[in-house]
């Protein structure tokens, strides 16, 4: 009798907590448009006041995050600092504008849908604001909209026209045919802003630092200054060495 009693209460456990979770999350009328991938709206507008990557970082926070749906389940990936992936929570919308984001039943945030493209999300102690760039919730790759904020894709270098465009492609310049913006500043040696080159006779990417000031965008060579004393390949310390390119907007 007992263990017939235990099981009844098994799965009276399990049907309660499989009920909450699906009140939670299932038939959840979202407004058309709220899925998609969206980024930090105050990164973007330090991006726009510092052409730096290095700077910027310190206003991401909630860097960036994709909104999906799974049947009629919301979900909410959350990207910090450019850095690492946070919980997945789950969204329960209260009306057409606002809702609930919360994990495991607990509210964590609170979404407020300001327009078709930004979204607020916030607690007592958090406000973020966020900008949408893709319908696409897979769309994690956020460099495009990183490189519209930095550079015009039309450059002069000694006076020939390069191009710098926004998929991360070079042209112009011989033998240089990617770029790549470095967004990632929470390791060791990250005490300039970077940008990541590949050439093309050589398919593995370089590390340089990086100045855009003004009308000038200068790009130069790192030289490690103090290695790690437990792992030689790793690079504490850079000072500038010599400018490698210096290009001018047209």
């Not at 990936?77 to 039943?105: A, L, P, Q, R």
């Not at 609170?110 to 999300?121: A, C, G, K, P, W």
């Not at 998929?167 to 990250?190: C, P, Q, R």
């Amino acid at each position: 009798m007992k263990p017939l009693l235990y099981t009844m209460l098994l799965l009276l456990f399990v049907a309660c907590n499989t009920k909450n979770t699906v009140e939670n999350t299932s038939h959840v009328p979202h407004p058309a448009g709220l899925v998609g991938s969206y980024i930090s709206q105050d990164y973007l507008n330090a991006l726009d006041t510092t052409k730096s990557t290095l700077q910027s970082q310190q206003y991401a926070g909630l860097s960036s995050a994709s909104i999906m749906a799974e049947g009629d389940t919301l979900l909410f990936y959350s990207n910090w600092n450019f850095h690492e992936g946070g919980v997945v929570y789950g969204i329960k919308m209260d009306s057409d504008t606002s809702g609930k984001i919360f994990s495991d039943s607990t509210i964590t945030y609170y979404l407020e849908i300001i327009n078709d493209s930004t979204l607020r999300v916030f607690n007592s102690k958090d406000n973020f604001i966020l900008s949408k760039y893709s319908n696409d919730p897979k769309a994690a790759d956020v460099s495009k909209i990183i490189n519209e904020k930095l550079l015009p894709e039309n450059l002069s270098l000694n006076g020939h026209r390069v191009s710098f465009q926004n998929d991360g492609t070079v042209e112009g310049i011989d033998g240089l045919s990617k770029f790549n913006f470095n967004i990632d500043y929470n390791d060791a040696g990250m005490d300039f802003d970077k940008i990541n080159l590949t050439f093309k006779n050589n398919p593995s990417s370089q590390e340089f630092g990086y100045v855009i000031s003004g009308d000038t965008f200068e790009i130069y060579t790192l030289t490690c200054v103090e290695f790690d004393k437990y792992d030689s390949t790793v690079c504490l310390s850079h000072t500038k060495s010599s400018t490698l390119y210096k290009l001018l907007k047209k």
